[in-house]
Antibody, heavy 121, light 109 residues
Framework: QVQLQESGPGLVKPSETLSLTCSVS?????????WGWIRQPPGKGLEWIGT???????YYNPSLKSRVTISLDTSKNQFSLKMSSVTAADTAVYYC??????????????WGQGALVTVSS | QSVLTQPPSASGTPGQRVTISCSGDSSNIGSNTVNWYQQLPGTAPKLLIYSNDQRPSGVPDRFSGSKSGTSASLAISGLQSEDEADYYC??????????FGGGTKLTVL
């Protein structure tokens, strides 16, 4: 049973870089599938941030692409999110998730519990 | 503004059947499969339906999905109080960009 857990600072200052790590247990992230980040501002809907394949190919939300980097660390079975130049609009719960391909399409079948990141001075 | 369009709210009484719609276009729903997620208050989203109409293990058969053209629907029959949650449709486009609907808040009256 795969499990994902987000970790990182809960408070980030405006203009600084948000950094989060997703630790995965029960599955080797370098073996197959895709690994990604989704966020949810307080009281609002879900927004896809980006995804990385097991081989390191990245896919980013065009609206965030200039500020986002997702990377894999297979030795630690973790993947990470970095978002630069944050503002209050980046305050959200950040989820990491596994995305797989099956039955003709992609779907995110396993999610972390989420980490609240607040951008404030 | 979300690429996929859902009604912001829906409601029903216990035992009733309710449906939630999701509208997209040819670049997302029209050419890829649709997934549905259930988010109970204060929790992470949970996969409810994948590949238009498939239920993961453990999801009751009261939940069903369908897709036609550039639209999709989630149906919940025999509505129960524990179904009160936010429901999101999602699809990947041809460039493997993820798209979510704005979410529908389901109230069980």
């Amino acid at each position: 049973q795969v499990q994902l857990q987000e970790s990182g600072p809960g408070l980030v200052k405006p203009s600084e870089t948000l950094s989060l790590t997703c630790s995965v247990s029960g599955f080797s992230i370098g073996s197959r599938y895709y690994w990604g980040w989704i966020r949810q501002p307080p009281g609002k809907g879900l927004e896809w941030i980006g995804t990385i394949s097991q081989s390191g190919t990245t896919y980013y939300n065009p609206s965030l692409k200039s500020r986002v980097t997702i990377s894999l660390d297979t030795s630690k079975n973790q993947f990470s999110l970095k978002m630069s130049s944050v503002t209050a609009a980046d305050t959200a719960v950040y989820y990491c998730a596994r995305t797989i391909y099956g039955s003709g399409g992609y779907f995110s079948d396993s999610w972390g519990q989420g980490a609240l990141v607040t951008v404030s001075s | 503004q979300s690429v996929l369009t859902q009604p912001p709210s829906a409601s029903g009484t216990p035992g009733q059947r309710v449906t939630i719609s999701c509208s997209g276009d040819s670049s997302n729903i029209g050419s890829n499969t649709v997934n549905w997620y259930q988010q109970l208050p204060g929790t992470a989203p949970k996969l409810l339906i994948y590949s238009n109409d498939q239920r993961p293990s453990g999801v009751p058969d009261r939940f069903s999905g369908s897709k036609s053209g550039t639209s999709a629907s989630l149906a919940i029959s025999g509505l129960q109080s524990e179904d009160e949650a936010d429901y999101y449709c999602a699809a990947w486009d041809d460039r493997l960009n993820g798209r979510f609907g704005g979410g529908t808040k389901l109230t069980v009256l």
